[in-house]
Structures are given as structure tokens and as C-alpha cells.
């Protein structure tokens, strides 16, 4: 790197020494520089020079899911989040929460629990996940559905920009339409139209008692009819999901087709739960599993792994016993939450392009879709990760946010 | 035929030929009841036009294009923020015709509707399928889920599942370019950048929604309604925060202060009491246990913060009495009065007792009956200042209490609206809360959907050029002292 370009964002970031490349490689790739700003004045100035120079900037947070996307065809510096992990503002009773986007999720939560509070989200894969990255990367999980995803519950949000400024969108308060959701735009976004340095979220009470059953059906179809009706009856669920028989194997459980119920609410409501969902079981000849969570923690774990390959698809409650079956058929540990839509398939040894195309086809065939949540950078460069909604009017976006292609260029398209 | 009637323009009759005569309106006197809408600006557009379908809407837009004139898409024309008024003119879209239910997927608890269907009609369709569409704006008998999509509305039930936002799957949109696109899907996130939930809530600016994919919840297994009754709205507001301490988030929790309940109580027989300072209508929704657990815990709370009573709904049909008065509150004060001016701010819950004892001040101070009745759970205020639209001084007043109001929620760390919109109404207070950065990058938004000067002018953003609608909009101007309270 020359040291114009080298010397102007060190400037820009006076509080930070330089970080070692070494720790921020993506694909294998090392950028050039690393720095981890300590405050969000740093963090656009860093933007700013970077820009200025024609240098790619990747923001990164705890690091867990960066091989989301297509690989970056350039990547200069690398631009971590963790100096920024304060809590802002927590206000208990308004059950709403300010935090810095590095902070993470395990921290915020920790707070919460402490006042009885949570942030409504599925548990990541790992809890060392920031914030930030939480909402730019716009995933869910086993209670999605039951409950809202993390772009549901933001309120408001600040992100740098590469010209340098700091626009901030919504605000604190729980309900609230004023001007464009900017916010909103970030999640899911990956990066690719601002760094998100602060956000605001609705909080939620604890429940005061859950509960965990997995249920060992007689086979697939009973399995399917299973969840099905424990999704329709009345239970405080939080989650039902439905495994083919290698992933619940992988879980710790028999190779059979399982539902893993979660049950969370008042201690009456959960125990009623339990009962009807042992009626429901019995009736559909299945047994009733002890566990203390290890198949969710296993689970979890599974769909977080980054060396293996991993898909998710999205599609409606009643086609989702038939791409369950059609991920485990082609190799894969598969299953589904039927509340959420959406299906995980994960392949140890990885997908042939064929294979994952194959089950795109089937997921659109059913109105649905199927995102790449993982995989090697020849398989991502094979097959599209995602598939774009309207093209146009991202890229339309990109070049008004971002028209040199700072950040995360490439991610979601050429370019872009 | 007289000589003298008017000929059509170039413009009208591109638009005919497009749609046919019957389903587009020039005539100064057929477009008089399209220069309002809920709000106390007005302005008439050039020319009302009915497509049936997105194609239809598709060329109206590029008609309009072509012969340079703003785009205002309308729904029902119940908007509050002024959102549907044709402020420089133009073609004025209406969804009225694009009212069909397309599907009602009760397997997988989704609905695909056109932007027309009223919102009630869809609750009416998905209730035997023990099914809800929970966004539920207090105008739901005639309000489209166009309009719903555009303002982000809520209702009572937002407190617990969220506004519409949380509730859209996917939109088909007519870009202001006249391109048809879909945001979003049929599932729940979809991959990529959310265009949906940017589009959710941007008043019809950045497009119009010809079709609409929406998520459906199910009915829940046991619902508890109640009345707590306080001798003062301080205490009632007091109640509201004491309630989420307890841990409960009721599904509702909307208050009514004395001046309502003296003009909803004779004319709808709610039983509500006359005497009564303020009231909160709390539900609690749920498994019967919870529901149990809950409704003991708000009452609880109520008790704490000196509630007189606190009556509980022993029937559905009680159930629903109860909820009439507050459907019916916005609609018993159009009777009761003249005219009125209904706000809509947002502040912290735990503000609202020192902001609602404010808000009674400053009616006071400047001699304006205001009523109250507001979702109180989401610290989202209605303040509703009734005037005789004969007295000159009157709006002057009205709108200078609006505006002081604005203030105090914005100074309370809230926010200018919560569910309304900003529309033509609240474009003057955005540097309230927005910084010239924070407004720049939502004109950022409107330039990269193209049409910003074309497509709904003059709304949400500060910015724009001839768009004054006279009175109002100067007072509103004069009021808003831009920067001083980011
Ligand atoms: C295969 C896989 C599956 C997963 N599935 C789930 C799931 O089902 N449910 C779930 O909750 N979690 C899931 N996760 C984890 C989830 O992705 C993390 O919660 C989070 O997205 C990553 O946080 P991070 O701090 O590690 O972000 P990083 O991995 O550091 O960054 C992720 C992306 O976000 C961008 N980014 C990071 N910080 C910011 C910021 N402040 N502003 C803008 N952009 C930023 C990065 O550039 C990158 O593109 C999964 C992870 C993996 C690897
Ligand atoms: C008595 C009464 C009670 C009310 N109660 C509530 C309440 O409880 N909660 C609440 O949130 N609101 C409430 N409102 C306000 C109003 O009903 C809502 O904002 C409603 O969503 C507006 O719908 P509409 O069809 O009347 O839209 P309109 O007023 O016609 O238009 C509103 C905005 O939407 C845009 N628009 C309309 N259709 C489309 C489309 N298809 N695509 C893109 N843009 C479009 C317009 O350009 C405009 O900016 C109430 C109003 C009244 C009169």
C-alpha cells in the first residue's frame, strides 16, 4: 500500500494502533490494513479516506459470517467494529435498549437478564456475535415466527457513510413512522450501503419458565403431521422443528425423524403445553424424549459452521416436509422450522453447484427461495448466494450510498 | 352539447385511452371530494384516475411521465398527515378499483390482496379460517391496506405484534419510472437488501403498491379485556409504565381521557363513567393460564397507581362493547364538534405522565378543548383539539398547539409520529429530529427510486419547491424553528 493512502487512514483513526492482517483474513484473502476505531467518529473519517483512495473497507464484527455472500474481489481494509460495544441508553421500564454495533450479543443479553429483559432473538450460533452484525447480516432461527427477527425489533439506527457523515434513521421510542426506515435498509444488507455504528431495539420480558420435549416420530410423514399440528395448536411455543433422521443423529438423538419442541411462557402455560403436546404425540404413536437442549445446542452449532456448506430455504409451512426430505436425499443434514418457513440443509464435505441448484428450483417451485448461508468461495463463485429481488433498484441504491464502491464491494453482485 | 363546456386535455385523454372514460375524472366538480383527505390541507388534483390492475397503473404513471405532471397515489383518503393530497396537482391515483382478495392461503397464513381491499374486509375473510390480520387502524372499516402499507399504520394490537411493517411479506410496486417490480416475497426474509421494509411506510413516494402479500396470525385461545377507571390521566399514565414493570405486554392498553368519555360515552353507550378521570382499556391475550397470570398482574398494577375500579369484560358481547368506544372515539368527536385537529406524537411510556399534564396546559393556555384517547402502551399520543372552523382565529390557534405539542414530544426524547405519517403535515418539524446529514441520506432513498420531484411531491422530506397549500402550511413553517431540538 502506498503511504498516502496508508498515512491518511491512520489519521483517520488516531485512537487505534494498526492491527495484524493476519487476524482478518476473508476466503483466505489478508487486507492490506486492519484497524479498530473506538468511536464512531473514527469509524466514518476511516470511510471517508478510505474512500478517498479507492480502497475496499469490510466491516466485521465478531468475524462468524463473513463467507456470507460472494466472495470480495477486493478487500484493503479490514474494519472491525469491537472498539465500539457501549450501551448507550437502557431504559427498563420503556423496555428499549441503545447500543454501539461491536457490542456483543452475549454482553447485551447478559445486561437484559440481569432486569429480567431479553432481546427477543433466536441464540446465534455463537454468542460472541456484535450486534452489528447481527443486523446486517438479518438472520433467524428456530423462533422466527413465534417471535420477531432482529430487523422487527430495531427502532432506529446511525451507519457511516464512505463520504464521511453519520445519518441516523427512526429513533428511541417503540412506535414510530417519521421519515424513510433507513435502519430497516441496513438489515440484511451486509455491510454494502453503510456501517452500522448504533442501534435502538425493542426489549421483551423473560418468560418465567421453558421447556424442552423432543419427540421421536414413527416415521417421515408422521413426523410432518406431527409439527404440523403442535404449529396449529395452542401451546406457548417458541419453536417447532422438524429433523430428518442424519440431523437428528447429529444431535445427539436416534436416526429417526424427530420434532424438537420449545416451549417458553408462564410455568401453568408451559405445563399445559406439555401435556397436550404428550397427547399429541401419543396420538401420533410418537415417544417423548428427555433432553436438557443439547439437540438445540447441536443444532445451532451445525448451522453455524463455516467450513461446511450451508443453505437455508425459505418456503410456505406446507411444502416444508418435502424440501426437509429433498435436502437429506441430496447428502444433507436437514430440517425445518415449519412457524419460520424455512428449511437449513448442512453438507460436512460440500454441495456439488448441481445439487444446490437442483434445490433452489424446488424451493422457487413452491414460491420460495434459497440462500447459500455458507460455503467454499468456489462454490459461491458457481452458484449466486442469494437471489436478488429487484437488481435495479439496488444498485440504484448502492450508487447513491456508496457510487465508488467502498463497501463490501461484490457481496451481493458485481459491483455491487 | 354547449360550445363553451371544457374540451379535455392532451393529458386526459392519453389517460382515457389508457383506461377508458368511465375511470378517469377531470371535471372541476367531480374532483372536489378528492382535494381532502383527513388532514385540514387541501388541493385539487388535474385529474382522478381509476386503474383496475398493476399494468393499468403502470401506464397511468408513464402517461404521466411523459407529459411531466406529479403522481399522488390515494387509497381511502383517510390519511391525518395530508399523505393523499395533490399539492402541485397532477394525476391523482386511485387504488378503489384494485379491490379484490386474490388469495387467502390459510394453510400457510398468508393472504395476497390488491391495494383497495379495505382492511376489514380482509379480517372479515380470514376470521372462519381462525385467522387475524393483526395491524388494526381504529378507521379499519374504511381504510385500504394500500394506505396501511404506505403510512406503516397501527391500531390498538400494535402494542404486542407490531405496526404493518411486521406484517408484510412482499409488495408488487408500479415504480415511478413505471417499472413493476416485486419487494420481499412470500416468506419471511428474503434474501437480500429489505426493499420491502423500506417501502413499507414511505407515504407513497417511492412507489405504488399494486398488489400485497401479506402474513396472517392465528386467532388466540383465551382474550381478557378490561376497564381500569382513574380519577386522573396522570395516574392512568402512571398505571401504563407500573403495568410493563410487571413484566405483562398486553396485546392492548389505550387510554381515554374525561373529554372523550363525555363526548364517546352518550353517544355510544361503551359504559364508560362520566366521572371518571381517565380510563385504560388493557387485553390480554394468550393461553388461559397466562391470560390468568396477566390480566391479576395489570390489575395489580392499576390498584397500585390508585385505580377507582378496574371491570373486566364478562362476555364477547361486552367484550366488544368496550372496544366500540374506542373505535367510535375519532368518529364521536366529528359529531360533537365542528371541526377538529387530530395529533399524533410518540413519546417514551414512562414520559407520559409529565407529557399528557403538559399537553392539558398548553390546551388550556390557549383556550382549546382537547380530547385524548391514544394508545397508551406505546406512549403514542392523539391529542384532539376540537375548534369552530368560523371563528378566524381558531385554525391559527389549533395549529400553534399542534406544533407545541410536536415540541414536547420531541423534547421528551420521542418522536413526530408513531403511526399518521409526516405526509405535507410534519415536513416542516423533520429538522426537529433530523439532522441536515440524517434528512440528506433519506433523499438519498428517494433519488435512487427516481421521481423526486414528480412522484407525491412535497411529502415527508423538508425539501421541494412550490409547494405551499397557503394558511396552514405557512403557520407550520413560521413554527418550525429548524435545529434547535435534534
Ligand atoms: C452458516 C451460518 C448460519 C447462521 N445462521 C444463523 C441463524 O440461523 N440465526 C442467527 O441468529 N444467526 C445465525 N448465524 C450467525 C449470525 O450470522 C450472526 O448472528 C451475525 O450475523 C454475525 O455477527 P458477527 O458479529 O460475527 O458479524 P461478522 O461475521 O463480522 O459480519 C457479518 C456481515 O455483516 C457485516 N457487518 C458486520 N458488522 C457490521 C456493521 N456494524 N455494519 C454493517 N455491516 C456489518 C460484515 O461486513 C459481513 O458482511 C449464522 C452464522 C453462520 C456462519
Ligand atoms: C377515524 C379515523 C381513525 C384512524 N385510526 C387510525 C389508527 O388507529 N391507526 C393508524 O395508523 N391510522 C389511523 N387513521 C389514519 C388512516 O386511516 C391511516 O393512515 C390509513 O392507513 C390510511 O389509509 P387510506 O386508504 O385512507 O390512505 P390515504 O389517506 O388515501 O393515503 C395515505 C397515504 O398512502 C399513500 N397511498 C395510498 N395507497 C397507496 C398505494 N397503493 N401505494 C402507495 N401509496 C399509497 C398516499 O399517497 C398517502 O401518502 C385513522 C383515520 C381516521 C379518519
Redesign the interface.
Known amino acids: 500500500m502506498t503511504s498516502p493512502s496508508l498515512d491518511a487512514l491512520r489519521h483517520a483513526v488516531p485512537s487505534d494502533i494498526e492491527r495484524e492482517p493476519h487476524d482478518y483474513a476473508i476466503d483466505g484473502v489478508l487486507p492490506r490494513v486492519a484497524f479498530r476505531p473506538g468511536d464512531r467518529r473514527e469509524v466514518a473519517d476511516l470511510l471517508h479516506a478510505a474512500d478517498q483512495h479507492g480502497l475496499v473497507v469490510v466491516p466485521q464484527g465478531a468475524r462468524t459470517s463473513l463467507e456470507l455472500g460472494r466472495p470480495l474481489g477486493q478487500y484493503d481494509v479490514a474494519l472491525s467494529l469491537l472498539g465500539l460495544d457501549r450501551i448507550v441508553e437502557y431504559?427498563p421500564?420503556?423496555?428499549?435498549i441503545t447500543v454501539e454495533a461491536g457490542l456483543t450479543l452475549r454482553h447485551l443479553q447478559e445486561e437484559l437478564a440481569a432486569r429480567?429483559q431479553y432481546l427477543p432473538v433466536d441464540p446465534p450460533p455463537h454468542d460472541r456475535v456484535t450486534v452489528g452484525g447481527l443486523l446486517a447480516t438479518?438472520?433467524?432461527g428456530a423462533w422466527?415466527?413465534y417471535l420477531?427477527?432482529a430487523?422487527?425489533l430495531v427502532l432506529g439506527a446511525t451507519a457511516a457513510?464512505p463520504d464521511g457523515?453519520?445519518?441516523?434513521?427512526g429513533?428511541?421510542?417503540?412506535?414510530?413512522?417519521?421519515?424513510?426506515?433507513?435502519h430497516?435498509?441496513h438489515?440484511?444488507?451486509l455491510g454494502?450501503?453503510g456501517v452500522i455504528v448504533e442501534a435502538s431495539f425493542k426489549l421483551?420480558?423473560?418468560p418465567p419458565a421453558t421447556r424442552l420435549l423432543a419427540l421421536r416420530a414413527r416415521d417421515e410423514r408422521s413426523a410432518a403431521r406431527l409439527a404440523r399440528d403442535l404449529w396449529?395448536s395452542?401451546?406457548?411455543a417458541r419453536s417447532v422443528a422438524l429433523l430428518a433422521p442424519a440431523a437428528a443423529s447429529h444431535s445427539g438423538l436416534h436416526r429417526e425423524p424427530y420434532v424438537l419442541l420449545e416451549l417458553a411462557?408462564?410455568e401453568?402455560?408451559v405445563?399445559?403445553?406439555v401435556e397436550e403436546a404428550r397427547a399429541l404425540a401419543g396420538r401420533a404413536g410418537a415417544q417423548v424424549e428427555a433432553t436438557e437442549g443439547e439437540p438445540w445446542r447441536r443444532l445451532r452449532a451445525l448451522a453455524g459452521e463455516s467450513g461446511a456448506t450451508v443453505l437455508r430455504m425459505?418456503?410456505?409451512?406446507?411444502s416444508l416436509p418435502e424440501l426437509v426430505g429433498a435436502a437429506a436425499r441430496a447428502g444433507c443434514l436437514a430440517w425445518g422450522y415449519p412457524a419460520?418457513?424455512?428449511v437449513i440443509a448442512h453438507a460436512e464435505a460440500g454441495l456439488d453447484p448441481a445439487a444446490v441448484r437442483a434445490l433452489r428450483e424446488q424451493a422457487q417451485r413452491h414460491?420460495?427461495?434459497l440462500?447459500v448461508e455458507a460455503a467454499s468461495t468456489e462454490l459461491r463463485r458457481q452458484v449466486d448466494?442469494?437471489?436478488?429481488?429487484?437488481a435495479?433498484?439496488?444498485r440504484?441504491?448502492k450508487?447513491?450510498?456508496d457510487p465508488r464502491g467502498t463497501l463490501n464491494r461484490g457481496r451481493?453482485m458485481e459491483g455491487v | 352539447m354547449p360550445t363553451n363546456a371544457p374540451t379535455p386535455s392532451a393529458l386526459v385523454r392519453d389517460l382515457q385511452a389508457a383506461l377508458g372514460e368511465r375511470h378517469v375524472l377531470w371535471a372541476p366538480e367531480d374532483l372536489l371530494v378528492y382535494e381532502y383527505d383527513a388532514s385540514i390541507d387541501r388541493a385539487r388534483p388535474d385529474v382522478a384516475v381509476f386503474p383496475g390492475d398493476a399494468e393499468e397503473t403502470a401506464a397511468v404513471v408513464r402517461i404521466a411521465n411523459l407529459h411531466d405532471v406529479p403522481v399522488v397515489p390515494r387509497g381511502s383518503g383517510t390519511g391525518f398527515a395530508g399523505g393523499a393530497i395533490a399539492v402541485r396537482g397532477g394525476v391523482l391515483i386511485v387504488t378503489t378499483r384494485m379491490n379484490r382478495i386474490l388469495q387467502v392461503d390459510a394453510e400457510n397464513r398468508l393472504a395476497v390482496v390488491e391495494p383497495g381491499v379495505i382492511n376489514l374486509a380482509l379480517q372479515q375473510a380470514v376470521a372462519p379460517h381462525g385467522l387475524l390480520y393483526a395491524p388494526d387502524p381504529s378507521s379499519q372499516r374504511i381504510c385500504s391496506l394500500g394506505g396501511n402499507i404506505a403510512n406503516n399504520s397501527g391500531g390498538p394490537h400494535t402494542l404486542a405484534h407490531g405496526s404493518t411493517v411486521n406484517h408484510v411479506l412482499g409488495v408488487e410496486v408500479v415504480l415511478p419510472d413505471g417499472r413493476i417490480t416485486w419487494l420481499g416475497g412470500r416468506q419471511l426474509d428474503a434474501p437480500g437488501v429489505d426493499l420491502r421494509g423500506l417501502f413499507v411506510g414511505s407515504e407513497g413516494t417511492l412507489g405504488i403498491a399494486t398488489k400485497i402479500c401479506l402474513r396472517l396470525m392465528r386467532q388466540q385461545e383465551a382474550v381478557q379485556t378490561m376497564l381500569a377507571i382513574f380519577d386522573s390521566v396522570e395516574a392512568a399514565s402512571a398505571a401504563v409504565s407500573a403495568v410493563i414493570r410487571r413484566g405483562v405486554v398486553p396485546v392492548a392498553l389505550e387510554m381515554l381521557d374525561q373529554e372523550i368519555i363525555r363526548i364517546v360515552e352518550p353517544q355510544i353507550h361503551a359504559g364508560y363513567p362520566l366521572d371518571a378521570g381517565a380510563v385504560l382499556l388493557i387485553e390480554v391475550e394468550g393461553l388461559r393460564e397466562s391470560v390468568a397470570i396477566e390480566a391479576e398482574a395489570a390489575i395489580d398494577a392499576c390498584r397500585e397507581q390508585g385505580a377507582r375500579e378496574v371491570r373486566t369484560a364478562e362476555s364477547a358481547p361486552e367484550r366488544e362493547r368496550l372496544w366500540e368506544g374506542r373505535k367510535a372515539g375519532i368518529g364521536a368527536v366529528g359529531a360533537a364538534s365542528p371541526a377538529f385537529y387530530l395529533l399524533d406524537g410518540v413519546v417514551p411510556r414512562t414520559k407520559l405522565p409529565q407529557t399528557m399534564q403538559a399537553v392539558q396546559e398548553a390546551s388550556a393556555r390557549y383556550g382549546l378543548r382537547c380530547a385524548n384517547i391514544f394508545h397508551a402502551g406505546d406512549g403514542n399520543l392523539h391529542p384532539t383539539v376540537m375548534f369552530d372552523p368560523d371563528d378566524p382565529d381558531a385554525v391559527r390557534r389549533v395549529l400553534e398547539l399542534g406544533g407545541e405539542i410536536m415540541r414536547l414530544c420531541v423534547q421528551a426524547g420521542g418522536s413526530l409520529t408513531g403511526e399518521h405519517g409526516i405526509g405535507l403535515e410534519k415536513r416542516s418539524y423533520m429538522e426537529w429530529i433530523f439532522s441536515p446529514e440524517d434528512l440528506d441520506a433519506m433523499g438519498r432513498v428517494r433519488a435512487a427510486f427516481g421521481g423526486e420531484e414528480r412522484f407525491n411531491p412535497c411529502k415527508v422530506l423538508p425539501s421541494g419547491h412550490g409547494c405551499g397549500t397557503g394558511h396552514a402550511t405557512e403557520i407550520r413553517h413560521h413554527l418550525a424553528t429548524p435545529g434547535v431540538y435534534v
Do not use: C, I, M
Not at chain 1, 425459505?314 to 406446507?318: L, Q, R, W, Y
Open positions: 431504559v421500564e420503556d423496555l428499549t429480567g438479518a438472520r433467524a422466527r415466527g420477531p427477527a430487523r422487527d457513510l457523515t453519520l445519518p441516523k434513521s429513533g428511541r421510542v417503540v412506535k414510530n413512522v417519521s421519515g424513510y426506515d433507513l430497516r435498509l438489515a440484511g444488507a454494502a450501503l421483551a420480558p423473560l396449529d395452542h401451546l406457548a411462557g408462564v401453568a402455560a405445563e399445559r403445553s425459505g418456503v410456505p409451512a406446507t419460520a418457513g424455512s414460491g420460495g427461495f440462500q448466494p442469494f437471489e436478488h429481488g429487484d435495479e433498484a439496488l440504484a441504491l450508487q447513491q450510498f451481493w
